[in-house]
């Protein structure tokens, strides 16, 4: 078994230091140094807004006063209300060297939060900046935290995963080897066969699942929201935007992006997706600074992505990147032996929610979900025993209360021809069985077989519960 994937290491915490002095600059970034940061300095008001456009900062010491021939602290306000309307949750410390109590007040009315006077005490500027580096952290955690919980509520959290017939025990081994990797991984298959489900397997066995899973609809994304949805943006970069938003990219940061619909994606958006996969780096609209990410990509689709590649309806790169590792999941009709434990999974789910527990399938119940062709897959089965719950009087579920379409019956018989001969065998044992409460006796005479050999045949399908 493969082992988690170690933890990122913390970044380093990197100040920018504005003064217009340079031996006040170098004598600052040999002292932070010693102390563990990487040190970025400016000169000029101009300088500090151009750095913070154009890289991550966590902290900010910068002076009052620029112009040598005034001590007003003017141009050192203006730069703080310049840099609170660009990123307000900058921790900012300023610096004055005329003991000016006054204008230190004013800074610290402007935004900053806190203040050194020049000459500066070592510790005491070292034990300032640790203090506001650490509450910068904590309030941008805080933000982060709320835009996941908005994706979490938004998306739900189902990472249950029911089915072992045949034909899912291939896909199973195959999640449990590729989980742990961090490969992307794309998974395909018609609409309702739980593609989102397996993309949270994934992320739960990851090594990671503490991290950020962060669902989108990357299909259904128009060209205007495209790169505020997946990048963020900026306050002011367009007219609603009324304050700073992380992208879905930011906040799966670390863990699993699932984007759903992935090959309804119009050329020009993935293009963009593209780069972003590419280089790991990110621009928030309405801003030039760079933004890191390291995130699992897991798409899903229904269309044939090869086909579009032919036809030029989807970049074969893009493809590359997406599908480093391809699961294929089967529509329900190809897993028919996993409807009775589906169901029954789907009658607990159900029952806790609008509080029915304790309630079962009757064999009648069971026979019509046998019988019924499900062209929705596994989200149509869902509905269909939720809404059966709602309707059964009893403790009990009957076929009249799944409300199946008619002439479901017969589609799924006509489906028999489309089955291999061994399909066809199971379907019709577990159809006897059904219909006959179990009893192995009275299914094997309706079938024309002896009761040994019947059991024979439940043992080499993995048929069980009856008696």
Known sequence: MSEPAPPAPAPQARILIADDQIDVLEALRLLLKRDGFAVLTSQSPAGVMAMLESEDVDVLLMDLNYARDTTS????????????????????????AWGSVEGAVEAMRGGARDYVQKPWDNTRLLATLRTQLELGRALRRSRRLE???????????????????????????????????????????????????????????????????????????????????????????????????????????????????????????????????????????????????????VSATNVDLGKAVQEGRFREDLLYRLNTVEVHLPPLRDRREDIPQLAAHFLGVQGQRYGRTGMKLAPSAL????????????????????????????????????????????EGQSRLEEMTLEEVERYLIERSLTRHEGNVSDAAKALGLSRSALYRRM?????????
């Open 73 to 96: 602290g003017r141009e050192g306000l203006d730069l703080l209300a310049r840099v609170r309307q660009l990123d307000a949750s900058l921790p900012v410390v300023v610096m004055t």
């Open 147 to 297: 835009e996941e919980n908005t994706h979490l509520r938004k998306g739900g959290e189902r990472t249950s995963f029911v089915g072992d017939s045949r034909a899912m025990l291939p896909i199973r081994r195959l999640v449990e080897r590729v989980a742990p990797s961090g490969a992307n991984v794309l998974i395909t298959g018609e609409h309702g066969t739980g593609k989102e489900v397996v993309a949270r397997w994934l992320h739960t066995a990851s090594g990671r699942p503490e991290r950020p899973f962060v669902a989108v609809n990357s299909g259904g994304l128009s060209e205007g929201v495209f790169e505020s949805e997946l990048f963020g943006h900026v306050k002011g970069a367009f007219t609603d935007a009324k304050a700073d938003r992380i992208g879905c990219f930011e906040l799966a940061d670390g863990g699993t992006l699932f984007l759903d619909e992935i090959g309804n994606m119009p050329l020009t958006q993935q293009a963009k997706l593209l780069r972003v996969l590419q280089t790991g780096e990110l621009h928030p609209v309405g801003s030039s600074k760079v933004r890191r990410v390291s995130v699992r990509v």
């Open 367 to 410: 026979d019509a979900l046998m019988g019924y062709p499900w062209p929705g897959n596994v989200r149509e089965l869902e509905h269909a025993v939720e809404r059966a719950l709602l309707m059964a009087a009893g403790d009990e579920v009957t076929a009249e209360d799944l409300l199946l379409r008619r002439g479901g019956g017969r």
């Open 459 to 467: 043992q080499y399908y993995g048929i069980k519960g009856a008696r």
